[in-house]
């Protein structure tokens, strides 16, 4: 056998492997915020707590699918896990890594102004920089209704007990 670095299969010289360390970001702040939300749900009405275990399970198990298929694939050694370190400087300026920024600002910020406000504010700023700034006026007025939306169904229809803030009050008349 000869020192090249050669494919016996395919006669032709290997080809570096992809590297999956990237597709492991979603898939692990997934599980992460599914464990949480499940954690945090436990004293929510029992339909919101359904909602929260089948949406979950449902999560988890894709995951769980995912994390068996890469490391399968690690170990038949057809793609690596590396991770360099030397490109989180551009990475840091996406607007992806924004995003993460922003998601976890509107967990802070969710107690202080309440699910709504916080929500409008959330969905309003991930599509607008997404977007990169376009249309802000129209992502003001999707972001308001997906808002509402989300009022309806978990505070108004499911009963759950979401963070009040100034709009909650506001529409349940107790300024």
């Given at each position: 056998?000869?020192?090249?670095?050669?494919?016996?299969?395919?006669?032709?010289?290997?080809?570096?492997?992809?590297?999956?360390?990237?597709?492991?970001?979603?898939?692990v702040?997934?599980?992460?915020?599914?464990?949480?939300?499940?954690?945090?749900?436990?004293?929510?009405?029992?339909?919101?707590?359904?909602?929260?275990?089948?949406?979950?399970?449902?999560?988890?198990?894709?995951?769980?699918?995912?994390?068996?298929?890469?490391?399968?694939?690690?170990?038949?050694?057809?793609?690596?896990?590396?991770?360099?370190?030397?490109?989180?400087?551009?990475?840091?300026?996406?607007?992806?890594?924004?995003?993460?920024?922003?998601?976890?600002?509107?967990?802070?910020?969710?107690?202080?102004?309440?699910?709504?406000?916080a929500?409008?504010?959330?969905?309003?700023?991930?599509?607008?920089?997404?977007?990169n700034?376009?249309?802000?006026?129209?992502?003001?007025?999707?972001?308001?209704?997906?808002?509402?939306?989300?009022?309806?169904?978990?505070?108004?229809?499911?009963?759950?007990?979401?963070?009040?803030g100034?709009?909650?009050?506001?529409?349940?008349?107790?300024?």
């Amino acid at each position: 056998m000869s020192d090249l670095n050669t494919n016996v299969d395919a006669g032709q010289p290997d080809q570096p492997k992809k590297n999956v360390a990237g597709e492991f970001i979603i898939p692990v702040l997934s599980v992460l915020f599914t464990l949480y939300y499940i954690l945090t749900i436990v004293d929510s009405p029992w339909t919101a707590q359904v909602n929260a275990f089948l949406v979950g399970s449902v999560l988890l198990f894709v995951a769980i699918i995912f994390f068996i298929r890469k490391t399968l694939a690690l170990l038949r050694h057809e793609v690596q896990f590396h991770i360099e370190f030397s490109a989180f400087s551009q990475a840091i300026k996406t607007p992806q890594t924004a995003f993460i920024v922003v998601s976890l600002l509107y967990l802070v910020f969710v107690d202080i102004l309440g699910f709504t406000l916080a929500t409008i504010i959330f969905f309003w700023v991930s599509m607008t920089m997404l977007d990169n700034g376009k249309r802000p006026v129209m992502k003001a007025v999707i972001s308001i209704i997906m808002a509402l939306i989300g009022y309806v169904v978990f505070i108004a229809m499911f009963e759950t007990r979401l963070p009040k803030g100034i709009i909650e009050h506001l529409i349940s008349g107790n300024v």
